[in-house]
């Protein structure tokens, strides 16, 4: 199964915006939810974002609480790039964010498997 790859972190202030893309194959977006989790220094990986499989008949959302109405889970036409746009940042959003395929489109770090790299975003204050 397809690793994918996370990109588009970085060092923002406070009350900026990044998006972080999310490169996969056709295939596996077709056959997979994917999931946007985050971990921050010291503390444990926590669920941020996912959308079910685009092969899948309804397309499925679901947000953490702490980012709802502040970051948006999409995906491209072409079926190769996942999406998460985040504004209105603060430092509390600081971490390591990872996307990684599941089965379902679960808030729960159990449902998903193979596991890469992370892109760092730091906001300052």
């Known amino acids: 199964q397809e690793q994918l790859t996370a990109s588009g972190g970085g060092l923002v202030q406070a009350g900026g915006s990044l998006r972080l893309s999310c490169a996969g194959s056709?295939?596996?977006?077709?056959?997979?939810?994917v999931g946007w989790f985050r971990q921050a220094p010291g503390k444990e990986r926590e669920f941020v974002a996912t959308?079910?499989?685009?092969?899948?008949?309804?397309?499925?959302?679901y947000y953490a609480d702490a980012v709802k109405d502040r970051f948006t889970i999409s995906r491209d036409s072409a079926k190769t790039t996942v999406y998460l746009q985040m504004n209105n940042l603060t430092p509390d959003d600081t971490g390591e964010y990872f996307c990684?395929?599941?089965?379902?489109?679960?808030?729960?770090?159990?449902?998903?498997?193979?596991w890469g790299l992370g892109t760092q975003v730091t906001v300052s204050p």
């Open positions: 990684v395929t599941g089965n379902i489109p679960s808030r729960y770090l159990e449902g998903y498997f193979n």
């Open positions: 056709e295939r596996t977006f077709s056959r997979y939810a």
């Open positions: 959308i079910s499989r685009s092969g899948g008949g309804t397309r499925l959302i």
